[in-house]
């Protein structure tokens, strides 16, 4: 069996407004100055703590702590399937590489335990997914720990990385597999492929034909 691994937001869900409106909400709570998007864009895919601390390397930790809890507060009071709908033709992708009998999926984000399992919930995502591992339990990405656990959980012998940020390619590199990146998130092509993204996807349906060709 193969596996495809999937990331989530920006690659199966458009979750950008609900993301910059929580950072702004955690911001807020801490009495900072609100982030530029593009600022914000540049750290989804890390574990939150993580990304914070990157976004706000002059705060102590406390103004960390603040925009953290701010943030998850927002975050969770949000509808999950309104404010990050998925991406047209993600759901599509994901029947069509589910019929086949050769390969498995998972996921590996940097999203909560809690704010993954919503996610899917809300979009009855679960049943494609054969593992799905996120930020509580592991180091934040680029770390592989995640893929590694991925991998482990299904028993699959080869896999690649779906993801739409450097950190998706970088983990995918640190894990010693292929990586395809997405062009519609939150991280430009260039970077991808900077990151060591085997191609970057323009559409689902362009997308689809990558796996395809990688797992033949």
Same mark, same amino acid.
């Given at each position: ?22 950072? =702004? ?39 960390? *702590? ?35 009998? &050769? ?49 482990? &959980? ?13 950190? &998706? ?8 597999? *292929? ?21 970057? *996807?323009?559409?689902? =349906? =362009? ?10």
């Amino acid at each position: 069996m193969k596996l495809v691994i999937w990331d989530i937001d920006g690659t199966l869900v458009d979750s950008h407004a609900q993301i910059m409106a929580a950072m =702004q909400a955690g911001t807020t709570r801490a009495g900072l100055p609100p982030l530029p998007a593009a600022q914000v864009s540049s750290i989804v895919g890390l574990s939150l703590p993580v990304a914070v601390a990157t976004l706000l390397p002059d705060a102590d930790p406390s103004a960390h *702590a603040e925009v953290v809890e701010g943030y998850r507060s927002h975050y969770f009071a949000a509808r999950s399937a309104t404010e990050s709908p998925l991406f047209p033709g993600a759901l599509d992708c994901l029947r069509k590489l589910a019929g086949r009998n &050769d390969l498995l999926m998972a996921v590996a984000t940097g999203k909560s335990r809690r704010g993954l399992d919503a996610l899917l919930v809300a979009h009855g995502l679960g049943e494609y997914f054969a593992a799905t591992h996120c930020a509580d339990g592991h180091p934040s990405k680029p770390a592989p720990g995640m893929i590694l656990s991925c991998l482990s &959980d299904t028993g699959a012998r080869d896999a690649v990385m779906i993801g739409d940020t450097s950190f &998706d390619m970088l983990m995918a590199r640190n894990a010693g597999i *292929a990586g395809l990146g997405v062009g519609w998130g939150h991280h430009p092509a260039a970077e991808l492929f900077a990151a060591g993204a085997r191609s970057v *996807a323009t559409d689902f =349906q =362009q997308l689809h034909a990558l796996i395809e060709e990688w797992a033949a």
